[in-house]
């Protein structure tokens, strides 16, 4: 078998089990062993003094750790690459999330704050049915850089050790990466390393979604509603979804009893419906799918030349 094909048949084999499984819920997943390993740090290290500094240690020793397992399984286990790369892609799993975000809001309010608490950082209990709505969707539009592209992006740089990287890096945001009193020390690295690992995937899914809805101005919109977010990278895929659908996402949210002010992102406050969700993912697939084509060509230009 050639040296690209080679290359390339663990991302295709991880993908389409992604496609057709999701995260599998019963088996041993690497990225809740990176959440214990991120709490049993955070849980002895976060107090006192030089916060800040043993966030730090915390972060680029798991990051490390990570990156030198990922090249041993690499080098010594490579059978079993396309599970690990099954594992570090969560684009079927995000959208089947969403759906139910939508299904429930429309039996009850309650149930729509419930489903959607599965996947945002925000408080839920006094969101409004639209609020549901927009969360859900924004995590679809963010998720789809950190749990698809992004993972892709860092598969094509460094192969499996690199997406494992990258998904320890992203779980070290998701989990202590707050501004927050209890995380603002601590996790300042891991929320700065984040940073640049998604600069720019983020900025590519975003392109990547407006290819997938070609639409006049939209790359314009993207760069001008993309800056407006807190984050300097969730915007753009955010603004992305926002020009798609013409809807206004962002505004001000609760985070662990806090009040985070956050600029809103478009200007079009409309309804959002199951149809916008049921667009949004359309959008999602093609930009996935495009993103594996991208990285399959840059697998065998890499091998081929």
Known sequence: MDNWMIAILPLLLGWFLD????????????????????????????KGHHRKLKGAVTALLLIAMTYAIGLIINCQLSIINFILVFFCLAGTTLIREVREVFLAVDRSLEEGRQQVARIVGRDT??????????????TLAENLSDGVIAPLFWF?????PGMLTYKMINTLDSMIGYKTERYKDFGCWAAHIDDVAN????RLTALLMAIASPRKGLLRFIWRNGRRHASPNSGYPEAALAGILNCRFGGPHYYF???????????????????????????NRIAEVLMVFLVMIC???????
């Open 257 to 283: 009893g806090q009040l985070f002010p956050k600029p809103y992102i478009g200007e079009n406050e409309r309804e959002l419906t199951t149809a916008d969700m049921k667009h949004a993912v359309r959008i």
């Open 125 to 138: 209990t006094e969101l409004s049915a639209q609020e549901v709505r927009t969360a859900a969707l924004e």
């Open 199 to 202: 600069y720019i995937p983020a």
């Open 19 to 46: 496609l057709i499984f999701g995260d599998p819920s019963r088996l041993p997943h690497p990225i809740v062993w990176f959440g214990k390993a991120i709490a049993f740090f955070e849980h002895r290290l976060n």
């Open 299 to 305: 697998l065998i230009l890499k091998n081929i030349l």
């Open 156 to 160: 094509a740089i460094l192969g499996v």
